[in-house]
C-alpha cells in the first residue's frame, strides 16, 4: 500500500499555497497519496484545525502521515514538530495544534524538526510549510527514520491548547459544556460526548439541552427528525453531541458561535 499524505491548512483554495505544498510533495515522493482534510480552517484557528485532525485521523491506518499547517507564529522562534501518536505520524508547528494526540494512550514519540539537508532553498520565512514541512513529510513518506529528523521531544515541553470546559455532575445529572466547532451546514457540535450522556440516563428521551434561551426535548435518530427548520439535538459522526436544524442552519437560526456554553441535565426542565 502507498504511503499517504494528509493536508490540513488554513490556506483556502483561492491561492496556490495549497498546490505547491501538494507539487514539493509529488516531486520528493511521488508514490504517496495525497489525501485533503481540509484547507478551509478559519484563518489562524489553531483550535478548529486541532478538532478536524482529531475527528479525521482515527479513520486513516497506521503509517499514515498527516501535514498540518495553521501557523500564525510562522517565522518565529516557535519550534517544528513531528509527533508519533496512534502508530500515525503528525507533522505540524509546536503551537497546540497536535494537542488531542498527546493524550495517554494514544502519544508514542516526538522531535523538534531538524533537518537542514531536507529544507527547500532558499529558505522562506512565511511559507515554511512548503520549505520545511511538506520536504519533511515527504522524507517520512519515503522511510526516513524519525529520529534522524530532530532531536527528541518530550511530552510535557510540548506546545498544549486549553481544553474546552466541561463540567459533569453525574449525581445531580448536569453537564456544562460548550460549543466546540460549527460546521458548513450550520450543525453546533459540542464536547459532550455520547458516553457522557450515557452515564447521566439510559433514556435518551429524557436529556434536556439548552443553548442561551433555546431549550430541546430529547435526541433525534437522524437531521430530519423534525420539520424543517426545527432545532434539535442528537449524536453526530464524531460521537458528540450536537444541535442541528432539520433543512435549515441552526447556527443562523441560535445565533451561535464557537466556545458558547451548552447546559445539559436528565429528566428534567433545565
Not at 517544528?80 to 508514542?108: C, H, K, S, W
Not at 442528537?234 to 435549515?248: F, K
Not at 447546559?263 to 428534567?268: E, I, L
Request: hydrophobic content about 45%; some cysteine; charged content about 15%.
Amino acid at each position: 500500500m502507498p504511503p499517504i499524505i494528509t493536508l490540513t491548512t488554513d490556506f483556502g483554495l483561492q491561492d496556490e499555497y495549497v498546490g505547491v505544498m501538494k507539487g514539493i510533495l509529488a516531486a520528493q515522493a511521488p508514490q504517496a497519496q495525497l489525501v485533503d482534510i481540509c484547507h478551509h480552517v478559519a484563518p489562524q484557528d489553531i483550535c478548529q484545525a486541532s478538532f478536524l485532525l482529531q475527528a479525521a485521523a482515527p479513520c486513516f491506518p497506521a503509517g499514515t502521515i498527516h501535514l498540518a499547517v495553521v501557523d500564525p507564529g510562522v517565522g518565529t522562534p516557535r519550534k517544528l514538530l513531528i509527533l508519533r501518536a496512534m502508530d500515525q505520524y503528525f507533522v505540524a508547528p509546536d503551537n497546540g495544534l497536535l494537542t488531542p494526540f498527546l493524550a495517554e494512550p494514544l502519544f508514542q514519540a516526538a522531535v523538534f524538526i531538524d533537518c537542514p539537508h531536507l529544507y527547500r532553498q532558499p529558505l522562506s520565512a512565511t511559507f515554511q510549510g512548503r520549505d520545511i514541512l511538506a520536504p519533511v513529510a515527504a522524507a517520512l513518506a519515503n522511510g526516513a527514520d524519525l529520529s534522524r529528523l530532530g532531536a527528541q521531544a518530550f511530552k510535557e515541553n510540548l506546545t498544549k491548547l486549553a481544553s474546552p470546559t466541561l463540567q459533569i455532575d453525574r449525581i445531580r445529572g448536569n453537564i456544562a459544556g460548550s460549543v466546540v466547532h460549527i460546521d458548513h451546514f450550520g450543525n453546533l457540535t459540542t464536547n459532550v460526548h455520547q458516553r457522557d450522556l450515557a452515564e447521566l440516563t439510559a433514556d435518551p428521551a429524557s436529556i434536556q439541552v439548552v443553548h442561551k434561551k433555546r431549550h430541546v426535548t430529547g435526541l433525534a435518530g437522524a437531521y430530519a427528525s423534525s420539520a424543517d427548520g426545527q432545532i434539535l439535538a442528537l449524536i453526530g459522526s464524531r460521537g458528540y453531541l450536537e444541535l442541528a436544524a432539520t433543512n435549515d442552519n441552526a447556527a443562523r437560526i441560535l445565533g451561535a458561535e464557537v466556545h458558547d456554553p451548552v447546559r445539559v441535565s436528565r429528566g428534567r426542565k433545565a
